[in-house]
């Protein structure tokens, strides 16, 4: 089993920036994905960001190609979302999400970003 708490979620000014972090724990070797999801009031979650953990290029939703950037720390067990220029339509409650090969996805509580205009 693997657990995840998220945190960086913040009320900001649009063009400003954000860090959200995921920190995972358990069993953290049967990881394979990782990424970032939200969900806004009244619709559906969708995928943010996501990588392989064991290599190649992240995938990004189109929306936030060149302002968002995932990452992961040295260790393997953090995964971070940089987000800059947001916008009011980037306002979601964004969710950490691991997928593991033993035990299937795990997710975040979410944090709520809030992007005013």
């Known amino acids: 089993q693997v657990q995840l708490v998220e945190s960086g979620g913040d009320l900001v000014q649009a063009g400003g920036s954000l860090r959200l972090s995921c920190a995972a724990s358990?069993?953290?070797?049967?990881?394979?994905?990782m990424g970032w999801y939200r969900q806004a009031a009244g619709k559906q979650r969708e995928l943010v960001a996501i990588f392989i953990t064991s290599g190649g290029s992240p995938n990004y939703a189109t929306s936030v190609k060149g302002r968002f950037t995932i990452s992961r720390d040295n260790a393997g067990n953090t995964v971070h979302l940089q987000m800059n220029n947001l916008k009011p339509e980037d306002t979601a409650v964004y969710y950490c999400n691991v997928r593991t090969y033993a035990w299937g996805d795990f997710w975040g509580q979410g944090t709520q970003v809030t992007v005013s205009s």
């Open positions: 358990g069993s953290t070797f049967s990881i394979h994905e």
